[in-house]
């Protein structure tokens, strides 16, 4: 994730070639398989499995698939014990970055990562070297390349409790929240039929650090492609300025 908006996140994976595709879909999966574990296979009764239906359909994941997942978590299929894991470190220019993974293998993933940051010409630190520069947000994005969402009605749909801020972009729509209102906000606003790219609370850079030297800018954008490429990474966040062409390729 780019210190730029979400949409323009969005709008990169968008664009990612199959092999990122499948790469995601097995991150959901995952996710899903953890949660059922935790909290049952009914989406009805599992808010955490309903927040996760709902972002694999936004992330085109066939919904045989997730059935297939749900009933494999439920039957016990998956043996594998994954644990909840936050990363923090450095990349090049003192970029802040933040990792989370789900994995199986902390010294595996542990390994992983530090050989990315030493690759890149960042270093993998302690917990608390990083997250004290960023801070939880509910961040809700919402298609609209169409452009059939005017910035009235969502500004008009959207001024519920909790909402922080609304950004209307070129091709998509942000709306910033209170960490802990971010799932009751999706709902309302899913209700009045609005369909979601991802709904998610996560953690947002308070000051981004630019990149002058184009090699150093390769170098960050190369430890992102490694991190978001590591099965056992879920999501990754930067205090990087990412410029628009960088973001774009």
């Not at 990122?20 to 949660?35: D, L, P, Q, S, Y």
């Not at 650090?209 to 590591?230: G, R």
Request: proline share 3%.
């Amino acid at each position: 994730m780019s210190g730029h908006s979400k949409w323009s996140t969005i709008k990169r994976k968008k664009e990612a070639t199959d092999s990122k595709r499948a790469n995601v879909f097995t991150k959901i999966g995952r996710e899903i398989a953890v949660a059922v574990r935790e909290g049952g296979g009914d989406p009805n009764s599992n808010s955490k499995l309903r927040d996760l239906v709902a972002k694999a359909k936004a992330n085109n994941v066939p919904n045989e698939n997730v059935e297939r997942i749900i009933k494999k978590a439920m039957g016990d299929g998956d043996k594998n014990d994954y644990e909840e894991m936050t990363y923090e470190g450095y990349g090049p220019c003192g970029v802040a970055v933040m990792v989370e993974a789900l994995t199986d293998n902390r010294n595996r993933t542990a390994g992983d990562l530090r050989h990315y940051f030493d690759k890149c010409g960042g270093n993998l630190g302690q917990n608390g070297s990083v997250s004290f520069l960023f801070e939880q947000k509910g961040i809700i994005a919402i298609d609209n390349e169409d452009g059939k969402i005017s910035e009235d009605k969502i500004f008009e749909d959207a001024m519920l409790d909790g909402v922080i801020d609304i950004k209307y972009e070129d091709g998509g729509i942000e709306i910033v929240t209170e960490p802990a209102e971010c799932r009751n906000v999706r709902i309302a606003l899913e209700a009045l039929g609005y369909a979601f790219a991802s709904a998610e609370v996560e953690y947002v850079p308070t000051t981004l650090t630019k990149i002058d030297d184009p090699e150093q800018a390769q170098k960050m954008q190369k430890l992102i492609d490694l991190l978001e490429e590591n099965d056992d990474v879920q999501e990754v966040y930067t205090s990087w300025d990412m410029p628009e062409e960088e973001g774009e390729e």
